[in-house]
């Protein structure tokens, strides 16, 4: 008797250039956009007041 393949189907062939491209650029999420945000003013902010600090006491 022949063997018969039930609701058998062709697989997409996705390569992993393909997958990269795809996930390559995607849109930030608001929240992440604050936390850039707070995080260089926090950190530019930092720095300025320990430059200040360290040059007026010498």
Not at 11 to 22: G, M
Not at 25 to 50: A, D, N, R
């Amino acid at each position: 008797m022949p063997e018969v393949k039930v609701r058998q189907q062709e697989q997409p062939v996705v390569t992993a250039a393909q997958a990269r491209a795809d996930d390559e650029y995607f849109e930030l999420q608001p929240i992440e956009k604050k936390l850039i945000t707070y995080s260089l003013v926090l950190g530019i902010g930092l720095l300025v007041v320990f430059i200040l600090a360290f040059e007026v006491f010498k």
